[in-house]
């Protein structure tokens, strides 16, 4: 399992604008098909005085994005190529065929850290995660290389279109390696939507629960629960079997992304 630097790791915020970064954290977990708008309005409902520019500039800082289409608050880089979706109508059969990737935020007593974690889609394993204080695009790479040295190399690797993953430094490591380059859609948030489940499962069953205070507390904590995610918790679109054991027999998992009605709503059939 991988350790992150602890040195300079927890980014620093005023209480407030902590406050507001935690509402919105547990509000998208609970609902991630929440825009600015609504989350505007609900901070406002709970007596925030807060407008929706503000609120778009807080969802911006967590990364996050309403999984309805609309504007992608993904940071992408004007100067960064973009590559296509290539997983729509994909059947995913084996272990390696694709990874995927995203950043989360996560939330400590006096400020906040962001997670990244690289998944495998056949059997939701994770392969690799890293803790950052700022979303630059080195921690993702440190995480994508151990993966690639822990597990060798997918055929298809996709992620969103934020800076950090559309950087060359990210992208070089996958051209390097032979690895086809799959982007999501601008708006589409579904289109990674085995990340975001793992996001809700581990802020619910981990984060929300122990509420660390340190940020070593915190490594510690998702090591273990990382270990326990991989090796015993049964899913149940695995056949209530664990990810590493769908990885390692390559039977019991797989995938496919289709579009049910044109470019409005996505699903997943597994």
């Known amino acids: 399992m991988v350790y992150a630097r602890q040195k300079h790791l927890l980014k620093v915020v005023d209480e407030h604008e902590c406050l507001l970064l935690q509402l919105l954290d547990e509000e998208y977990t609970r609902h991630p098909f929440y825009g600015s708008r609504r989350m505007t309005a609900y901070l406002c409902k709970l007596g925030h005085r807060v407008n929706r520019k503000r609120v778009q500039r807080l969802m911006r800082t967590l990364g996050l994005v309403g999984m309805a289409p609309g504007p992608n ?30 950043i989360t935020y996560i939330r400590m007593p006096r400020g906040f850290v962001y997670l990244v974690a690289i998944i495998d889609w056949y059997s ?15 921690f993702c790479v440190d995480c994508l290389e151990d993966a690639i040295r822990t ?3 997918p055929e298809i690797f996709n992620s969103d279109q934020g800076s950090q993953f559309t950087s060359d430094a990210f992208t ?13 859609g601008r708006g589409r948030a579904l289109d990674n939507i085995f990340v975001e489940w793992l996001w809700r499962t581990v802020k619910y069953e981990e984060v929300y629960l122990k509420q660390y205070d340190s940020v070593q507390r915190l490594l ?17 679109s695995l056949g209530y079997e ?29």
């Open 220 to 236: 510690l904590g998702l090591t273990d629960y990382f270990m326990f995610y991989n090796e015993e918790r049964p899913h149940q």
């Open 73 to 102: 608050t993904s940071k992408a880089h004007p100067q960064h190529k973009i590559y296509p979706y290539l997983l729509r109508g994909l059947d995913i059969i084996r272990p390696n065929q694709v990874w995927s990737t995203d």
């Open 172 to 184: 070089g490591v996958l051209i390097d390696n032979g690895i086809t380059i799959s982007m999501d």
């Open 242 to 270: 664990a990810p590493s054991v769908v990885y390692q027999t390559a039977t019991g998992g797989g995938a496919k992304i289709v579009d049910k009605y044109g470019m409005t709503e996505t699903v997943i059939l597994v």
């Open 151 to 153: 597990y060798g190399t």
């Open 124 to 138: 939701r394993k994770i392969l690799s995660w890293r803790l950052s204080n700022t979303m630059e695009a080195g």
